[in-house]
């Protein structure tokens, strides 16, 4: 599990993937402060992880990766961490659009193209 603090490359992201789930790898992005954490069997470690390094809950959503893969099907918007229905989201796909536009932008920031 880390956070990324600099940009890494779809072969990066591939090799940490063959560890786990072979052509996917769980993230979880805090929105408000524009981190990203990758890397765990589950969703809710990389958000302890976050929570542990100042994030506060109501700004970290899970979503998965697909290296291999390019434009909708890079992104996964699905994890048991989206389920929050006193924010609005009842099911495990990030339903807000502004939020899912904030995810793909911290994604930019951390993954070549």
């Not at 302890?48 to 291999?68: C, R, T, V």
């Not at 609005?88 to 994604?107: A, C, F, L």
């Amino acid at each position: 599990m880390l956070i990324l603090n600099e940009k890494v490359s779809r072969e990066k992201l591939k090799s940490l993937a063959a560890n786990t789930f072979v052509d996917m790898i769980k993230c979880v992005a805090d929105v408000k402060l524009g981190l990203l954490a990758v890397d765990a069997e589950l969703h809710a470690d990389l958000e302890s992880m976050l929570l542990e390094n100042g994030s506060e809950q109501k700004n970290l959503w899970g979503f998965n990766l697909y290296p291999d893969e390019t434009g909708d099907d890079f992104i996964e918007f699905d994890s048991l961490i989206n389920i929050r229905a006193w924010q609005g989201n009842r099911s495990r796909d990030v339903e807000n659009e502004e939020v899912r536009e904030q995810i793909k932008n911290i994604v930019s920031k951390f993954v070549e193209s």
